[in-house]
């Protein structure tokens, strides 16, 4: 599908739920988190002195928010996106 055609049917609410949804998501549980830090922790074990320190969870990576999504947040995200509308359509706004 081309972009063109799925900015046309993206509201721009569901966009912002969708910048929410993937910040919220950036540190969650993921199985495939857990095996592939456990095949990292493996190699590392093979290549070091003393496999014992090794542990799986130093191969688990931790992502930082540049905006956490607050009430204050959401509503600057909406206003953002709203200014971002109106100018793309030539609206004028409040």
């Not at 993206?10 to 912002?16: M, P």
């Not at 830090?37 to 003393?50: F, L, M, P, S, Y």
Request: hydrophobic share 35%.
């Amino acid at each position: 599908m081309p972009l063109q055609e799925l900015q046309m049917k993206t509201t721009s609410t569901e966009f912002l739920e969708w910048l929410v949804y993937l910040e919220k998501d950036l540190n969650a549980f993921h199985r495939e988190d857990c095996y592939l830090a456990q095949i990292a922790a493996e190699v590392r074990r093979g290549n070091t002195k003393t496999p014992k320190r090794v542990k799986d969870k130093d191969f688990i990576l931790k992502f930082k928010m540049k905006r956490s999504p607050t009430k204050e947040n959401i509503k600057k995200f909406c206003e953002e996106a709203k200014m971002f509308w109106y100018g793309l359509l030539g609206i004028k706004g409040k």
